[in-house]
Every structure is written in C-alpha cells, then in structure tokens.
C-alpha cells in the first residue's frame, strides 16, 4: 500500500534543490563515480533516458526515522507557500554522503542531505494545504514544518479522494494459503462486521489502557505492571486460565527477578525463539519457588499476548487452536503441532501475509476507523485488525458459511517446472577487480526487497516440495526452517529425495533472468561442504505472473567452486 511522503520545500536551500535535482533532471552518467555498480544498474533501469530525479534528507532526528518508513510505489508531495504544488512516486533508496555532496553540498550545521530517495513520474499539482488536510485527516491548520510520512490508512484515504493513481504490485502467496477462501472471508467478516466488532472491542480498549499505563522503568514495577494489565480479563483471564494472576502474584513476591525477565523478553536484538522458551523457563522457575505445584501459565499465548502489548506494530496475538485452525480453513501449507516454539515463526509469518490483503481493501478500513474511539487503541498497522479477521474466521465466520463456499471456485492448482541442474560451466565469473568507487548502500531497502522475493521463492519451492512427496508416496514432513527457526541454518527448507534422504535447500529468487547475480554466504558455503550432496541451492527465476510460476535449476552439493570471488570479509579487532 502506497504512503504519502509530506516534503517541506520552503527553506532556501529546499527551494534550490528543487530546482536542481527534481524540476531539473540529474544525468546519470555523472553521477555514476558515486553509485555502486548494483546501484547504478538498477537506476539504469528505472531510468532508461539517464534523467534521475533525486531528493535527500539530513541525518538529524527525526528525519532517518521518516526515511527508514519509505517504500518504493510511495507519493512524495512537495509543498511550499500552503500549496502543494507537485508530487512524484518513489522508486529507489540509498545512503551516500558523497552524492549528497556533490549534488547539494552541505548546510550550515555542516549537515548533507545523505538519506535519499530517486523518484519517477513528477507531476505539477495544485491542492492547498486545507484540502489536503482535510483528505488526510489532518486539522485544518496543520502546516507543514518538517519531512513526515503519513501512516498508510490516511495515505490511502487520501490517495483515492484526491485521484493521486498509484497502482503497485503485490506479491501472490497463492503457493502458501488458498487466497480466494480468504478474499470469501474478507467479505464476509465486512458483512458481519457490527456483530463482531460488539464481541472483540474490548482488545482496542485493552492495549489502549495498557500503553497509557506501562512503564518498565516505574519504581514500583509490580503495581504498575498490576494496572497496565488491568483490562487484559478476556486475553490472560479466561475460565480456567490464569496467567494474569499468576504473572503478578510472582511478581509481589519476587519482583526484581520477574523484572529482569520482561527486560529480556522485550530485548528486540535477542532471537524471538530464545526469548520466548528464556521467559517460560524463568517464570517456572520462579514459580516453582513461590507456588509449588501450581501451574504459572506462562505459555506461548501469554507471551504473545506481552509481546503484542509492549509493541502493537510488531506482534500479533496467538492461540494454539486459533491457528491450527485457521490454518487448516485457509490450506495453509504449515500444520502447527501443539507446543512446539516453531509454530510462532508461521504464525507470524502468516499474519504479515494476511495483514497484505486486509490493508488493500478501503471498505474494511473504513469500517475499522469507525469503530476506533479515544477509549481503544490506535493500531495504525493493522496488527490487531488481523488478528481479530483471524480469530472472527475461526470462531464466528467457518462454522456458518462452510456450506456457501464454492469449492471449484476456490480450487488451486499449480503446475510446476522440472527444475535443471546447473553445472560448473553454467556460472559467469564476475570481476574480482576493485573500482575502487565508494559504495555506501541502502542494506535497509536491500533487506525489505530480499524478504519479499524470497517469502515468495521459499512458498514456492515449500509447496514444490510438498507436491514431490505426495507424488512419490513418500512419508516425512517439508520444514520450513528459515521461517520457524529463523536465519543462520544454512539453509532455507529441509525436504526428502526420491530415496528419502534429507535434503537440505537454500532457495535464492528472483523474479529476472538467471543470471543475475546470486550472494551465497559463508553459512551457507560451509553447510554445503558438510552436507555435500544432501545440499541444494534451487535458483528460482523468470517469474510468470499471469501463471504465477518461477523456472527453476540447482546446483547439488558442495558450494566451494562457486565461491571464488568474495564481496565481503569478515574481521574482528581489540584493544
């Protein structure tokens, strides 16, 4: 979904770059000793005729923060003298102080405007800011002062009132989960969407109250821990489940200890997994002191339901039957298994995918936003809107419109390629000189864009691997590791072979021709060469969206021939 990018261009130095990098396009080619040969590839393509329109931040707060909220498909609007007065879509996004320099020099804090993004498509526009505030939802008055990207539900409101097309992409998981039984349910969950809502309010009212009272670093942790939870009954409270009461009688008596454990569980630069199963044991443990042969309650619902409440943009809340469930409606290619810790990695994974198509449609929203008083909790990222289509679907929505599905219109079926393999004599060495031009890189844009092709490669070859199984009668499951248990293995999916030996594959996608260049890295370099010819790397490539198929070829075995020419190295240094 398209955001809208608010750009002050009042300032001398705004009104002067303008001019220079937006009204007035940058040549490439000039700017090519600053680019990284990745990035002025790219830029290349996106600007075929060499004519870059280009706009740069400062790294001063909160400006990164803004930047970092940019995607590609965003509508930067440029404003002065109350008049929005042009707009063009984003397309492309990097780090470099260097260009900044040369394009903009430095300001008198002695600051360049290094945080920048290409954009395409300038258009001349005329909105005052009043029209605009009132298409956003802003006040009437609101000037803007500062660089701001508006959060996506106002954008979008905007964006349909005000006529600004933008039509983007999104990705099809069709391989993953049956996409029109959830389109079915989208619909239905609007139909019945008063009833609903009546049922589950009380979640927007819960973590409203909790963020207006949660403070890890209050003196007295245990009360306000006590009254930060105080309207959660329903999520930590229910017939006989008593994780709410349990976490705060261990914690009047053990106060510090249970501290110590949500400073853990709420760290974000510690694995998720870890964190979870660290917390469940330490409150046990703590339990087991303080009450004897009781049970703490402590399980991964409870945690999630911390997690989620702590930070609402990041987590979703989970129940065990709530996904299998679901799960199991919507042919989701996971089957969860009671207990086990790799069930929240697909869930999450699931809820992200979901959260896609309920925030295209502008009715929900509207629905949504209408529901929202200043008693509930604004969840601009529609993370508790998810869940609650979710749990409707589970508990409300299946048991009464099973009859009315359709099944022949909602029947998938995919026909796969036969992948080939790709031999020594099939790989293009590259260059292993250096250009020596600086390469300051936006990993950030990188990351997002990888997460996204490879989500999409890794369902594919997921549901390739399922089908294989079937088809040879085989028995054994297809795990999905990087998912349930994150990076770092190696791999991406442990399978079987047509001799039912394991297979270890690493997928690595892209929706272009296959040569383009492929990064392997040391983790999955030295796996290979352990694994030896239980290894796969599957090239997923040449995407056919009208088919939604990628052709596919491997190289089987040890990786070692096809790392000649490293990128990076690593090193580490003390005093």
């Given at each position: 979904m398209s955001k809208l990018i608010l750009q002050p261009t009042g300032n001398p130095y705004a009104r002067k770059h303008y001019n220079d990098t937006i009204k007035t396009p940058v040549n490439l080619e000039k700017i090519s000793k600053y680019l990284s040969i990745e990035d002025h590839?790219?830029?290349?393509?996106?600007?075929?005729?060499?004519?870059?329109?280009?706009?740069?931040?400062?790294?001063?707060?909160?400006?990164?923060?803004?930047?970092?909220?940019?995607?590609d498909h965003d509508i930067a609007l440029f404003a002065r003298n109350n008049m929005i007065f042009s707009y063009g879509t984003s397309c492309y996004k990097m780090i470099s102080h260097d260009l900044a320099a040369y394009l903009w020099e430095y300001d008198n804090d002695g600051f360049t405007w290094e945080y920048i993004y290409f954009l395409k498509n300038i258009t001349p526009l005329s909105y005052t800011y009043l029209e605009m505030n009132q298409a956003i939802g802003y006040k009437p008055k609101y000037n803007y002062r500062g660089f701001n990207v508006v959060d996506s539900e106002r954008s979008a409101n905007a964006i349909n009132l005000l006529g600004l097309s933008n039509r983007t992409t999104s990705e099809n998981y069709s391989h993953l989960m049956n996409i029109p039984k959830i389109n079915f349910f989208i619909k239905e969950y609007k139909a019945r969407f008063d009833e609903i809502h009546l049922q589950e309010i009380y979640k927007w009212k819960a973590f409203k109250h909790f963020n207006d009272h949660w403070d890890i670093n209050s003196p007295n942790f245990t009360s306000m821990l006590s009254q930060a939870l105080e309207k959660t009954e329903n999520l930590?409270?229910?017939?006989?489940?008593?994780?709410?009461?349990?976490?705060?009688?261990?914690?009047?008596?053990?106060?510090?200890?249970?501290?110590?454990?949500?400073?853990?569980?709420?760290?974000?630069?510690?694995?998720?997994?870890?964190?979870?199963?660290?917390?469940?044991?330490?409150?046990?443990?703590?339990?087991?002191?303080?009450?004897?042969?009781?049970?703490?309650?402590?399980?991964?619902?409870?945690?999630?339901?911390?997690?989620?409440?702590?930070?609402?943009?990041?987590?979703?809340?989970?129940k065990y039957t709530m996904f299998s469930d679901f799960a199991k409606i919507i042919d989701f290619n996971y089957h969860p298994k009671k207990g086990r810790i790799e069930n929240i990695g697909q869930y999450l994974n699931m809820c992200d995918l979901i959260r896609n198509d309920l925030v295209k449609d502008q009715e929900l929203l509207k629905l949504h936003k209408g529901r929202i008083d200043e008693d509930c909790y604004y969840d601009s990222n529609y993370n508790l809107l998810t869940q609650d289509f979710i749990y409707a679907v589970t508990y409300h929505l299946s048991k009464n419109t099973s009859d009315n599905i359709d099944d022949t219109k909602l029947s998938q079926n995919f026909s796969f390629p036969t992948p080939f393999e790709i031999k020594k004599q099939n790989i293009i060495n590259s260059n292993n000189k250096s250009n020596f031009k600086p390469k300051l890189i936006d990993w950030g844009r990188k990351q997002k864009q990888n997460k996204i092709d490879g989500a999409s490669g890794e369902a594919y070859v997921m549901q390739l691997e399922i089908q294989k199984l079937k088809d040879l009668g085989l028995k054994g499951e297809v795990i999905h590791t990087s998912v349930e248990k994150?990076?770092?293995?190696?791999?991406?999916?442990?399978?079987?072979?047509?001799?039912?030996?394991?297979?270890?594959?690493?997928?690595?996608?892209?929706?272009?021709?296959?040569?383009?260049?492929?990064?392997?890295?040391?983790?999955?370099?030295?796996?290979?060469?352990?694994?030896?010819?239980?290894?796969?790397?599957?090239?997923?490539?040449?995407?056919?969206?009208?088919?939604?198929?990628?052709?596919?070829?491997?190289?089987?075995?040890?990786?070692?021939?096809?790392?000649?020419?490293?990128?990076?190295?690593?090193?580490?240094?003390t005093k």
């Amino acid at each position: 979904m398209s955001k809208l990018i608010l750009q002050p261009t009042g300032n001398p130095y705004a009104r002067k770059h303008y001019n220079d990098t937006i009204k007035t396009p940058v040549n490439l080619e000039k700017i090519s000793k600053y680019l990284s040969i990745e990035d002025h590839d790219t830029l290349k393509k996106i600007y075929p005729d060499n004519k870059c329109y280009i706009w740069g931040v400062t790294p001063k707060s909160p400006n990164i923060t803004q930047w970092n909220k940019i995607s590609d498909h965003d509508i930067a609007l440029f404003a002065r003298n109350n008049m929005i007065f042009s707009y063009g879509t984003s397309c492309y996004k990097m780090i470099s102080h260097d260009l900044a320099a040369y394009l903009w020099e430095y300001d008198n804090d002695g600051f360049t405007w290094e945080y920048i993004y290409f954009l395409k498509n300038i258009t001349p526009l005329s909105y005052t800011y009043l029209e605009m505030n009132q298409a956003i939802g802003y006040k009437p008055k609101y000037n803007y002062r500062g660089f701001n990207v508006v959060d996506s539900e106002r954008s979008a409101n905007a964006i349909n009132l005000l006529g600004l097309s933008n039509r983007t992409t999104s990705e099809n998981y069709s391989h993953l989960m049956n996409i029109p039984k959830i389109n079915f349910f989208i619909k239905e969950y609007k139909a019945r969407f008063d009833e609903i809502h009546l049922q589950e309010i009380y979640k927007w009212k819960a973590f409203k109250h909790f963020n207006d009272h949660w403070d890890i670093n209050s003196p007295n942790f245990t009360s306000m821990l006590s009254q930060a939870l105080e309207k959660t009954e329903n999520l930590l409270v229910s017939g006989n489940y008593w994780p709410r009461n349990m976490l705060i009688e261990n914690a009047e008596l053990s106060e510090k200890k249970v501290k110590e454990l949500f400073l853990l569980l709420i760290d974000e630069e510690v694995d998720l997994g870890k964190r979870i199963l660290d917390f469940g044991k330490g409150m046990k443990e703590i339990n087991g002191v303080n009450f004897p042969s009781t049970n703490t309650y402590q399980d991964h619902r409870a945690i999630l339901v911390y997690l989620s409440l702590v930070y609402p943009e990041r987590y979703y809340l989970y129940k065990y039957t709530m996904f299998s469930d679901f799960a199991k409606i919507i042919d989701f290619n996971y089957h969860p298994k009671k207990g086990r810790i790799e069930n929240i990695g697909q869930y999450l994974n699931m809820c992200d995918l979901i959260r896609n198509d309920l925030v295209k449609d502008q009715e929900l929203l509207k629905l949504h936003k209408g529901r929202i008083d200043e008693d509930c909790y604004y969840d601009s990222n529609y993370n508790l809107l998810t869940q609650d289509f979710i749990y409707a679907v589970t508990y409300h929505l299946s048991k009464n419109t099973s009859d009315n599905i359709d099944d022949t219109k909602l029947s998938q079926n995919f026909s796969f390629p036969t992948p080939f393999e790709i031999k020594k004599q099939n790989i293009i060495n590259s260059n292993n000189k250096s250009n020596f031009k600086p390469k300051l890189i936006d990993w950030g844009r990188k990351q997002k864009q990888n997460k996204i092709d490879g989500a999409s490669g890794e369902a594919y070859v997921m549901q390739l691997e399922i089908q294989k199984l079937k088809d040879l009668g085989l028995k054994g499951e297809v795990i999905h590791t990087s998912v349930e248990k994150g990076d770092g293995a190696g791999y991406d999916i442990q399978s079987i072979d047509k001799n039912g030996q394991v297979m270890y594959i690493e997928v690595k996608t892209t929706k272009r021709k296959c040569s383009e260049p492929i990064y392997i890295s040391r983790t999955e370099l030295n796996r290979s060469i352990l694994e030896k010819e239980s290894y796969y790397l599957y090239r997923l490539f040449n995407y056919d969206k009208k088919k939604n198929t990628y052709e596919i070829a491997f190289i089987n075995g040890d990786l070692t021939e096809y790392c000649q020419n490293p990128d990076t190295y690593k090193t580490a240094i003390t005093k």
